[in-house]
């Protein structure tokens, strides 16, 4: 049988993706420029972006770090707290430059500490976000200490995330890199205002990927990577075709030395090579027929945005990733490094 040697797809977008910001920006930002036309940028800086004025000021020192002759827009986003306002929330959405706000649990992740203590007390702008339209994007993770870390999706779904649901019935809402069958199974069977986004990593691998030949800490991310069954189930929903789920890399950027230390950083950098991972992953799946709707139609057709002009292309051509990349006066060591991806981007 003959192997698919080209893909053509419409330009795709990345709905879930940490730029950072200062000296690592200009590192990171072209490689997600070069194969996104846009792309939703998290909010969980120190300090948090938390108003709209401090959205503004992030997008703008994004778009400076674009290079020449790229169009890329950034879609910002608001990061939720405790004491995060109606008002707040109306002034984001008239802004015209935000498209979501994102649900970090206190200690969920990096920079997670100024999250959401219990979702109750963010009710009165989740009913603005309800009233403005605006998506509520979710790290859907439980912190209770009790919670297995390899349980805590599942937990979060039962205790915060279908309540919230029932409670805000015309709140739009994306699970973020969802990781385990039950996320999968939840988002399939909710309704239109529910949606999820899919990392590489959690398709690619299974949480043996983070114990071959001993520690791997540039393949531990949150939520963790989880058992073989879960990655099939999440496979096989894409495989399906299903329209609410749609492309998030998650791709996050962290020093080497923050990564190889005793208590290292959560977080996978793939954005060197994101769409081209996404096709290996599809391919093995026996599913390359659904990657573009994957990449490029359900994400806009959810948010409601148009779908991008223009297209791009990936060649088979195997290519050996680098050790590691520059990250303002540091390195990153990216997903595969050292390693081969069979796609290029032509």
């Known amino acids: 049988m003959t192997s698919v040697q080209t893909l ?19 590192a990171v930002v072209p490689h997600t420029a070069q194969r996104f036309a846009r792309a939703i940028v998290m909010p969980n800086l120190k300090p948090p ?14 778009l400076a770090a674009v290079p020449h002759g790229a169009a890329f827009t950034p879609l910002m986003t608001l990061y ?10 109306r002034r984001a959405r008239d802004s015209g430059i935000v498209y979501g706000v994102k649900l970090y649990p206190a200690g969920a992740t990096t920079h997670s500490d100024a999250g959401v203590t219990h979702v109750r007390h963010a009710y009165a702008a989740l009913e603005a976000m309800q009233q403005a339209g605006l998506p509520l994007l979710v790290h859907g993770e439980a912190t209770d200490p009790d919670v297995d870390v390899f349980d805590r999706e599942t937990v979060f779904i039962e205790r915060t995330l279908a309540p919230l649901m029932k409670d805000f019935p015309g709140l739009k809402i994306v699970l973020e890199h969802i990781t385990t069958a039950d996320a999968a199974a939840f988002v399939r069977e909710g309704g239109e205002l529910l949606g999820a986004t899919v990392t590489p990593q959690h398709i690619l691998m299974n949480r ?6 001993g520690i791997r800490p540039h393949h531990y991310c949150l939520p963790v990577l989880k058992r073989e069954r879960h990655r099939q189930a999440i496979m096989d929903v894409l495989a399906e075709g299903h329209a609410r789920f749609f492309l998030g890399t998650d791709s996050a950027p962290h020093p080497r030395g923050a990564k190889e230390s005793a208590c290292g950083c959560a977080g996978i950098y793939s954005a060197h090579a994101a769409l ?20 490029s139609l359900n994400g806009p057709r959810f948010y409601g945005l148009p779908e991008n002009e223009g ?10 990733v680098p050790q590691a990349y520059p990250l303002g006066g540091d390195t990153v060591v990216p997903l595969r490094a050292g390693t081969h991806i069979a796609w290029r981007l032509k």
């Open 8 to 26: 053509t797809l419409r330009y795709p977008d990345d709905w879930h993706l940490h730029l950072r910001d200062g000296d690592a920006l200009p």
């Open 49 to 62: 972006v938390t108003t709209t004025e401090q959205a503004l000021a992030y997008r703008s020192r994004i």
């Open 80 to 89: 939720l707290t405790d004491d995060t306002t109606a008002d707040e929330i």
């Open 208 to 213: 043996n990927a983070l114990f071959q030949g």
């Open 276 to 295: 081209e991972l996404y096709a290996e992953a599809f391919e093995a799946a026996g599913a390359l027929q659904h990657l573009e709707a994957f990449a």
């Open 311 to 320: 297209t791009l292309t990936l060649v088979r051509d195997p290519w050996e």
